[in-house]
């Protein structure tokens, strides 16, 4: 198990499952053996097999917590988010003081409000099976309260985009390993082939297709691209705020935000980088006449570089943009713009794993 728990740690997740079920033949049925395997699967994107093994630790004791929230997540990553919703707050009424299973319901609602919100209105019912708010009684079937949706509004959500131009920036760098893919099936010479193992090449790039198309699907659903348009907007509105009509400026400055957001949003994180500076050296050589809230476009073009930093993976430069861009948004006592910052460089010591000055934050 340990050993399990460290190729784990090393990101070797095949090895790791390989050690938890030589320890499930040592000491059968044991719980957190099944956790750790859940956890693996989870990462290397198996969302179904690691529900089994999340249900599999639930099997001789239901209140298992750590279960719980792998039963959660894996339904989570398969896109079946009012269920997992379910799952987080049983786990959360078991242990109220981990924070997993808040930032869990949080996000799970998030996703649930995307998702539905912008396609139709959903008129939940209280009918059917609630059997399922008793304090013991474990279910194995979906319950109708949940989800009383008819199967048209159900598919309706469930779809890929049709929009050509919305599965790229949904798919981000995947886009073009996807294109590729698509180009490689069309080779009827090399798909008629097999690997040393024995599969068909053709199976092998048609299941990691279904793979992608289920990513843009469950990403859809996560955060329509229709929500990341509405948090542009109202950045460019915050951005150009206090001007009574359009001008040169604020055309500028719209046009620019909307480059360096669909440049991160494409995957293209340098090109968002050098776009955001190019975009500061012309903003600061502007006068306080020229742009009244030129502190406010300067916090928020700090933000833009910083979250590109991110995914670049210089996390240093990130958070010195990020702690500029709250300097900025204190001087103009903006809560908003504050919130923003803040929650960026709780990002930033996520991701270089300082976990207690990210909850602080």
Same mark, same amino acid.
């Given at each position: @198990?340990?050993?399990?728990?460290?190729?784990? &740690?090393?990101?070797?997740?095949?090895?790791?499952? =390989?050690?938890?079920?030589?320890?499930?033949? $040592?000491?059968?049925?044991?719980?957190?053996?099944?956790?750790?395997?859940?956890?693996?699967?989870l990462k290397m994107g198996q969302s179904e097999n690691a529900l089994k093994e999340a249900e599999a630790s639930l099997k001789e004791d239901k209140s298992f917590f750590e279960g719980l929230y792998q039963k959660a997540e894996a339904l989570y990553y398969m896109g079946e988010f009012e269920f997992g919703l379910v799952f987080y707050h049983r786990g959360q009424k078991l242990r109220p003081q +981990?924070?997993?299973?808040?930032?869990?319901?949080?996000?799970?609602?998030?996703?649930?409000?995307?998702?539905?919100?912008?396609?139709?209105?959903? #008129?939940?019912?209280?009918?059917?099976?609630?059997?399922?708010?008793?304090?013991?009684?474990?279910?194995? =079937?979906? *319950?109708?309260? *949940?989800?009383?949706?008819?199967?048209?509004?159900?598919? =309706? &959500?469930?779809?890929?985009?049709?929009?050509?131009?919305? &599965?790229?920036?949904?798919?981000?760098?995947?886009?073009?390993? #996807?294109?590729?893919?698509?180009?490689?099936?069309k080779d009827e010479d090399l798909v008629k082939g097999k690997t040393k193992s024995g599969e068909r090449l053709q199976d092998v790039i048609q299941g990691c297709l279904t793979y992608l198309d289920?990513?843009?699907?469950?990403?859809?659903?996560?955060?329509?691209?229709?929500?990341? !348009? !509405?948090?542009?907007?109202?950045?460019?509105?915050?951005? &150009?705020?206090?001007?009574?009509?359009?001008?040169?400026?604020?055309?500028?400055?719209?046009?620019?935000?909307?480059? *360096?957001?669909?440049?991160?949003?494409?995957?293209?994180?340098?090109?968002?980088? @050098? #776009?955001?500076?190019?975009?500061? #050296?012309?903003?600061?050589?502007?006068?306080?006449?020229?742009?009244?809230?030129?502190?406010?476009?300067?916090?928020?073009?700090?933000?833009? +570089?910083?979250?590109?930093? *991110?995914?670049?993976?210089?996390?240093?430069?990130?958070?010195?943009?990020?702690?500029?861009?709250?300097? $900025?948004?204190?001087?103009?006592?903006?809560?908003?713009?504050?919130?923003?910052?803040?929650?960026?460089?709780?990002?930033?010591?996520?991701? +270089?794993?300082?976990?207690?000055?990210?909850?602080?934050?």
């Amino acid at each position: @198990m340990a050993d399990g728990d460290w190729m784990y &740690t090393k990101g070797e997740y095949k090895k790791a499952i =390989q050690s938890y079920t030589t320890a499930l033949t $040592l000491k059968p049925n044991d719980k957190t053996c099944y956790v750790g395997r859940s956890k693996c699967y989870l990462k290397m994107g198996q969302s179904e097999n690691a529900l089994k093994e999340a249900e599999a630790s639930l099997k001789e004791d239901k209140s298992f917590f750590e279960g719980l929230y792998q039963k959660a997540e894996a339904l989570y990553y398969m896109g079946e988010f009012e269920f997992g919703l379910v799952f987080y707050h049983r786990g959360q009424k078991l242990r109220p003081q +981990i924070q997993e299973f808040r930032l869990g319901i949080q996000k799970a609602q998030e996703a649930i409000e995307n998702s539905v919100a912008s396609s139709f209105s959903v #008129k939940l019912e209280i009918k059917g099976d609630l059997s399922f708010l008793q304090k013991d009684e474990e279910r194995a =079937q979906p *319950i109708a309260a *949940i989800l009383n949706l008819t199967t048209e509004k159900k598919l =309706q &959500t469930k779809k890929t985009p049709k929009s050509e131009k919305t &599965t790229k920036q949904l798919l981000g760098e995947f886009y073009s390993d #996807k294109k590729y893919l698509e180009t490689l099936l069309k080779d009827e010479d090399l798909v008629k082939g097999k690997t040393k193992s024995g599969e068909r090449l053709q199976d092998v790039i048609q299941g990691c297709l279904t793979y992608l198309d289920s990513c843009t699907e469950f990403w859809n659903q996560e955060r329509p691209i229709g929500a990341h !348009k !509405k948090e542009r907007k109202v950045k460019q509105n915050n951005c &150009t705020k206090g001007y009574s009509a359009p001008s040169e400026t604020v055309q500028f400055l719209l046009k620019s935000l909307d480059g *360096i957001d669909a440049e991160l949003t494409s995957g293209n994180a340098e090109g968002s980088r @050098m #776009k955001a500076e190019e975009v500061m #050296k012309v903003v600061q050589g502007w006068s306080e006449k020229e742009v009244p809230n030129k502190k406010e476009v300067i916090g928020s073009l700090h933000s833009c +570089i910083g979250n590109a930093l *991110i995914d670049l993976g210089d996390m240093e430069k990130a958070l010195e943009h990020h702690l500029k861009d709250l300097e $900025l948004a204190k001087q103009c006592k903006l809560p908003d713009a504050m919130s923003r910052a803040l929650d960026n460089i709780g990002r930033v010591y996520a991701q +270089i794993g300082q976990f207690a000055q990210a909850i602080e934050l």
